[in-house]
């Protein structure tokens, strides 16, 4: 009679545990504590910013590999340079939300090489590949006017003045690229402010592995 009711009592408690197992298979998925989703600009129209809601889903074949070849996918330090503040997720809403709100001094730019913007981006972001800043493969006039129009940076090679300039957000494909880190540094030697410079060391992989919204890049 007792070991039949330990029995009973045991099924039951699997049956309840799976009860609440399969109930809870697709909890909500939140960014933040309070926050389901991010309001950003992208490219002119009203975007949201949420995280995968199936509690199933799993990371892009892209990002899956461990073991990229260094060089030239070597690990990254967490400090890139002096007085360039490495940031994470939740900064970088921060900034492209500032942007939603008319916030023109801030830019966030994708590194990339624009066949990887266009398998998926950080909605709000614009897309300038690292060799448009990379003295060795772009015409110095071309860095000029990505300078003065995009980042607004008045003057030339001999007299920039960066008093003016934008607070840049940039990123590329994680941990183990050197696209963004070339940004900044080639950016570092043209005199940009290292504090005007923040870097999401975690790019798309980061971004990828929390099930954050993406958007094809232009």
Request: proline content about 6%; aromatic content about 8%.
């Amino acid at each position: 009679m007792i070991r039949a009711m330990t029995i009973s009592l045991v099924a039951a408690s699997f049956a309840f545990s799976a009860n609440v197992f399969a109930k809870g298979e697709n909890k909500p998925v939140g960014i933040s504590k309070g926050v389901m989703s991010v309001e950003v600009i992208n490219h002119g129209k009203k975007a949201k910013i949420t995280r995968n809601q199936n509690n199933k889903n799993t990371i892009k074949q892209d990002f899956a590999k461990t073991s990229r070849p260094c060089p030239p996918f070597c690990i990254q330090p967490m400090v890139l340079a002096p007085g360039v503040e490495t940031i994470a997720e939740l900064e970088v809403m921060d900034y492209l939300t500032k942007m939603a709100n008319g916030d023109k001094t801030i830019l966030v730019i994708d590194s990339r090489t624009p066949d990887w913007a266009k398998k998926g981006t950080i909605p709000g972001s614009i897309n300038i590949p690292w060799t448009k800043l990379n003295a060795s493969k772009a015409d110095p006039i071309a860095i000029g006017d990505i300078m003065e129009d995009k980042f607004n940076v008045e003057g030339d090679d001999d007299d920039r003045d960066f008093s003016k300039a934008k607070t840049l957000v940039m990123f590329c494909n994680g941990m183990w690229c050197g696209q963004s880190p070339n940004n900044i540094k080639s950016l570092l030697k043209m005199g940009y402010p290292a504090n005007k410079i923040k870097w999401y060391r975690g790019g798309m992989q980061d971004w990828e592995v929390l099930g954050l919204s993406t958007v094809p890049g232009k």
